[in-house]
Every structure is written in structure tokens, then in C-alpha cells.
């Protein structure tokens, strides 16, 4: 028996001492109405002395009936050997009781053992949004259809933009230079079709009248041919340069300085099989001169260093 009173003075009395030193924290609402899922302030305040280590809940403590939103400390302020410490918790309830009440704790820490001190019951009242419920319940139909205006859907339109995109620049990384090459015989060999065809109805025409005339347009229209093809100025060119130019070629030589004499000596007055003959030599030169930048564009990859002029191989 006497060992328990030694137990009882040597323990229990030193806490209820200190207890006795312990104030009781304040804690207050921001306003006294509530309403459901609305955020609502809570104020802890505790005053001490300022040689306690005190604790105030953190945002793992049960605020029962409310939730915690977000908590906010504000620093230890001390004057005059009393410490003020606080903090204000955002609160919310979905509770649907009338008056909800909340009492937040301090927790003091003394050695090895730790004050509870709860603060003052705070209470709010919950504002009611609906005062009387009707029983059965009424429920008000609308069987109309009611117009809703059509939208573009925006996203999908974005979404097929960059899929078609993304699918469009894969084909051309894998296929890009087949398909400028392809594009490339397309157009020469379009070129060259049309210039076959009216070359031909120039013939045709020279061979038919005789007129000097027609001669001269087909000349004209195999230069103009050439330039394109050969991306210089052909057209521009004597018919020394242009025998030049291809690296005097003979049979351009003989076709092209027979043709100036016919046009420009006026020494023909109907076709014969010399003339006829040196229009149809310029016309192999320029089927041997589209044969050849054809090659060129289909081997670019592996022969552009090599893509100058060579002797034609005339047919």
C-alpha cells in the first residue's frame, strides 16, 4: 500500500502540476451559417510559455464531421516570455445535422510524456437550402425535343490533320526521291510528246507547201526544245555555238548550217529529200538528246558528279 501512494506522488501529481500550467487554446469559426460542400475557416489559437515545445493538429487529424481543405501556420510570435502559436484550417462538411460543432486539441510535450489540451466547443449552424420536402415527390415532364445546335468536332479534324501528316511524311522520307524522279520522267516525257507532235506538223506542212516558213518554225521549235532540256540558252545560240556546244557533233553541224541556207539564202522553193532530211536529223538529235537526260534523272543517286553533257548516241 505504500508503494501504490509512492507511485500516485512520484507520477501522477507532477502531471497534474503541469497540466495545471497549460492553458486551453481557442479555437473559433469565421462565420456562425455553413452550407454543404462550402469552404468554412477554423481559427486554433494557443498562448503559452514560451519555454514549451507545443504542437497543433496536423492534416492527419480527424476534424470530424468537416474535411480538411488546406491548413495555414503562421509563425511562433513571442513577447514577454509568452509564446502565441496558430494556425487556420479550411474546412468543409457534408453533413446534413443542423448544428455541427468542432473542438481542435494542442498537444504540449514535457519530457517524455505529451498534454492534451483541447480548445472551447466551437459551433455552426448548416444552412438549409431546401426548408420543406413535399411527400410523394412531383416530378414536372418535357417531352418536347429541344434543338441543340451542332458542333465541329474539332479534336477528330485534328487528329486526322496530324495522322495524315505523320503518314504523308513517312511515305515521302521512304519514297520522296522515287517520286520526284517519277514526277521528273513524267514531265520530260510530257515535254517531249509535245514537241514531237508539233515538230511532226511542221514537217508535214514544209513537205506539203515548200514554204521556207515552216522550216524556220520547226528550227525555232527544236532551239526552244533544246534550252529546256538542257537548261541553257540554246535558243539564243548561233549555229557555230550550238555545234559547239555539243561538242562538234557532225550531223548537227550539216543539219542545222543546210537548214540556215534554205531559210536565209531563200534557195529553195519546194521540199526536197536533203532538206526533209536534215529536219529529220534534228529531230534524232533531240530524241537522243531526251534519251540521255532520261538516263541522267534515273540514276541521279548514283551519277549526279557525272551529270554533264555526253556525246548522244543518235537513232
Not at 505504500?2 to 469565421?30: A, C, D, E, H, Y
Not at 517520286?179 to 510530257?190: E, P
Not at 515552216?214 to 534550252?227: C, G
Not at 557532225?250 to 542545222?256: G, H, K, Q, S, W
Request: hydrophobic share 40%.
Amino acid at each position: 500500500m505504500r508503494k501504490l501512494l509512492l507511485v500516485i506522488v512520484s507520477v501522477v501529481l507532477p502531471m497534474l502540476v503541469s497540466g495545471q500550467q497549460v492553458l486551453r487554446p481557442v479555437g473559433t469559426f469565421s462565420n456562425d451559417t455553413i452550407r454543404i460542400g462550402a469552404p468554412l475557416k477554423f481559427t486554433l489559437v494557443h498562448r503559452h510559455p514560451e519555454n514549451l515545445e507545443v504542437i497543433l493538429p496536423g492534416t492527419n487529424y480527424n476534424f470530424s464531421p468537416f474535411e480538411l481543405v488546406r491548413k495555414d501556420f503562421h509563425p511562433t510570435a513571442t513577447k514577454n516570455g509568452i509564446s502565441t502559436d496558430s494556425a487556420v484550417y479550411t474546412l468543409r462538411t457534408f453533413d446534413t445535422r443542423p448544428l455541427q460543432a468542432l473542438t481542435l486539441p494542442v498537444f504540449v510535450l514535457q519530457g517524455k510524456d505529451t498534454i492534451r489540451a483541447n480548445s472551447d466547443s466551437s459551433r455552426v449552424v448548416l444552412h438549409q437550402m431546401v426548408d420543406k420536402v413535399i411527400e410523394p415527390l412531383q416530378f414536372r415532364t418535357e417531352t418536347e425535343l429541344v434543338p441543340v445546335e451542332e458542333r465541329f468536332n474539332w479534336p477528330i479534324l485534328l487528329l486526322w490533320i496530324s495522322f495524315v501528316t505523320l503518314i504523308s511524311s513517312l511515305i515521302w522520307l521512304i519514297f520522296g526521291q522515287t517520286i520526284k524522279t517519277k514526277y521528273k520522267l513524267y514531265r520530260l516525257r510530257k515535254y517531249h510528246l509535245y514537241f514531237t507532235s508539233r515538230y511532226n506538223a511542221h514537217i508535214d506542212r514544209f513537205v506539203k507547201t515548200g514554204v521556207s516558213q515552216s522550216m524556220e518554225k520547226a528550227v525555232s521549235l527544236w532551239k526552244n526544245y533544246l534550252t529546256k532540256l538542257e537548261r541553257s540558252a540554246i535558243n539564243s545560240f548561233t549555229t557555230k555555238e550550238i555545234v559547239e556546244f555539243y561538242n562538234d557533233n557532225e550531223e548537227v553541224n550539216t543539219a542545222l548550217r543546210h537548214c540556215d541556207k534554205a531559210i536565209y539564202g531563200n534557195l529553195i522553193t519546194e521540199a526536197d529529200a536533203e532538206t526533209k532530211e536534215a529536219l529529220l536529223m534534228l529531230r534524232r538529235f533531240a530524241k537522243s538528246r531526251y534519251k540521255a537526260n532520261r538516263e541522267i534523272i534515273k540514276n541521279a543517286r548514283n551519277n549526279r558528279q557525272h551529270a554533264g553533257l555526253a556525246e548522244p548516241e543518235l537513232v
